[in-house]
Nanobody
Framework: QVQLAESGGGSVQPGGSLKLSCVASGHSNSRYCMAWFRHVPGKEREGVASIGSDGRSNFRHDEWGRFAVSQDGGKNTLTLQILNVTPKDWAMYYC???????????????????????WGPGTQVTNSS
């Protein structure tokens, strides 16, 4: 079983920045595909950011420029940075992951929830103003 632990949520003002981290554990010697999603009550969960095996980042179509995502060399920590926070960024953020199946498998940077089988409990980002 894979465990995902998100951190970094909290209160942030409009125009501020935030940094969220997710650590995957529980499956020794495994590599993970990981992504960030967010959810606001009354709206659908949406994919926010991911990174592919080739190192290319993938973001929501309207968030290029404000978001940055990185995955550590060990591939079990995914970090999301959001600059110039806007009200639409206040949400519950979830980390998602799947285990790479083997040498022939790769991370596509997908932002589709059905591509991930493991989810963290979430970390809340709220308005501090």
């Amino acid at each position: 079983q894979v465990q995902l632990a998100e951190s970094g949520g909290g209160s942030v003002q409009p125009g501020g920045s935030l940094k969220l981290s997710c650590v995957a554990s529980g499956h020794s010697n495994s590599r993970y595909c990981m992504a960030w999603f967010r959810h606001v009550p009354g709206k659908e969960r949406e994919g926010v950011a991911s990174i592919g095996s080739d190192g290319r980042s993938n973001f929501r179509h309207d968030e290029w420029g404000r978001f940055a995502v990185s995955q550590d060399g060990g591939k079990n920590t995914l970090t999301l940075q959001i600059l110039n926070v806007t009200p639409k960024d206040w949400a519950m953020y979830y980390c998602a992951a799947r285990i790479l199946a083997g040498d022939g498998d790769y991370c596509s940077g997908s932002l589709m929830p059905y591509d991930y089988g493991f989810w963290g409990p979430g970390t809340q980002v709220t308005n501090s103003s």
